[in-house]
């Protein structure tokens, strides 16, 4: 009787152990940032987004001259102008400085927009090989380790640029 007790208790133990052990999900860790970035997709965006800024800022600072100059020859040609005039040319100053910084704020939408744009499709393609090397190793979670304090669990960035071709 006594060994048939130990043997139930055994049975029950290793039951027990087995469906816990099969409750548990699988999780692995990737940091998404360093995936995206090493993707040839994003740097292309990069190179093309470096370009639209570079040509916005370009045309910023041309005008922001064009301003200086202006501003330099109404400054010396002012003692032999009306009150009235010099008050237009004040006006007019500030009515293109308004316009520049208009234009820097329309500048900045169109490249958070372009970046948002050119990065959707990296984006899209990162999650997809993240999910097929997660179902591939049948991982049931994927953390992003960015957002992690502690990461012992199997990191994928590996597997994935690998499904990439990275």
Known sequence: MKQLKTILLATAVCIGSISFSQAQ????????????????????AQTELEAMQKTYTTDIQNSITEIQNLQKQYQAEAPNKTDEEN????????????????????????????????????????????NEVAKAQGFNYVLDRATLIVAEGTDILAAVKTQLGI
């Open 87 to 130: 008050q237009k040319r004040v006006v007019e100053l500030q009515e293109k400085e308004q316009r520049i910084a208009v234009f820097q704020q329309d500048a900045q939408k169109s490249l958070a927009e372009k970046r948002a744009e050119l990065l959707k499709p990296v984006e899209e393609e990162a999650m997809k090989a993240i």
């Open 25 to 44: 999900s699988k999780v692995a860790h990737i940091i998404t940032q360093e995936l995206i970035h090493a993707m040839p997709g994003f740097k292309s």
